[in-house]
């Protein structure tokens, strides 16, 4: 059984720096052609998709936020750990990790997603 | 950035109804478009997925088609489960974007 659940503060104060974790389980991020995405949703808006991390420690980014994101992964522990600097009021929203699988194609689809955690930046 | 755009952004069908919504990318993204269901309070939940296949449990009324530009999600025969927002996403390149949703009630 596959799950993926996000941990991290739920307030955050305008220009500090949000640290998310993602904890999973159920398969490894060692495999050939897996990887773990962040993607988030400000109340009642739609998708963003922020930022992956590939198996074998390839990133990428999203343009418009390369500057404030930084991705790591601790393959031993199941996690992904996600850094946003200087929070903004604009940032608030529920923030998902989710697992792109291989896919033969090379398209990058996210089949397993957490629950969320919602993310308030608020002085 | 590629741009997605959904169509339209909300409709309303009742059960049985066939129902269409439609995704334009602003450029080429071959057959590289997802299809997501989101639920109130809920993840999105990946429905179709290149080249238009359906993933593991969906139910077959969901279909996916399109290529290039221009793709559609159609369901055959509406379910009042099927009340949700449907999202595209483009991963063409490596900087996935998603269509702003539509909004589909029964």
């Known amino acids: 059984q596959i799950t993926l659940k996000e941990s991290g503060p739920t307030l955050v104060k305008p220009t500090q720096t949000l640290t998310l974790t993602c904890t999973f389980s159920g398969f490894s991020l060692s495999t050939s052609g897996v990887a773990v995405g962040w993607i988030r949703q400000p109340p009642g808006k739609a998708l963003e998709w922020l930022v992956l991390?590939?198996?074998?420690?390839?990133?990428h980014y999203s343009p418009s936020l390369k500057s404030r994101l930084t991705i790591t992964k601790d393959t031993s522990k199941n996690q992904v750990v996600v850094t946003m600097t200087n929070m903004d009021p604009v940032d608030t929203a529920t923030y998902y990790c989710?697992?792109?699988?291989?896919?033969?194609?090379?398209?990058?689809?996210?089949?397993?997603w957490g629950q969320g955690t919602l993310v308030t930046v608020s002085s | 950035d590629i741009q997605m755009t959904q169509s339209p952004s909300s409709l309303s069908a009742s059960v049985g109804a066939r129902v269409t919504i439609t995704c334009r990318a602003s450029?080429?993204?071959?057959?590289?478009l997802i299809w997501y269901q989101q639920k109130p309070g809920k993840a999105p939940k990946v429905l179709i997925f290149?080249?238009?296949s359906l993933q593991s449990g969906v139910p077959s009324r969901f279909s996916g088609s399109g290529s290039g530009t221009d793709f559609s999600l159609t369901i055959s025969s509406l379910q009042p489960e099927d009340s949700a927002i449907y999202y595209c996403?483009?991963?063409?390149?490596?900087?996935?974007?998603f269509g702003q949703g539509t909004k589909l009630e029964i």
């Open positions: 996403q483009q991963s063409s390149i490596t900087s996935f974007t």
């Open positions: 450029q080429s993204i071959r057959n590289y």
């Open positions: 290149p080249p238009s």
């Open positions: 991390i590939h198996w074998n420690d390839d990133k």
């Open positions: 989710a697992r792109r699988p291989y896919d033969p194609s090379g398209s990058y689809f996210f089949d397993y």
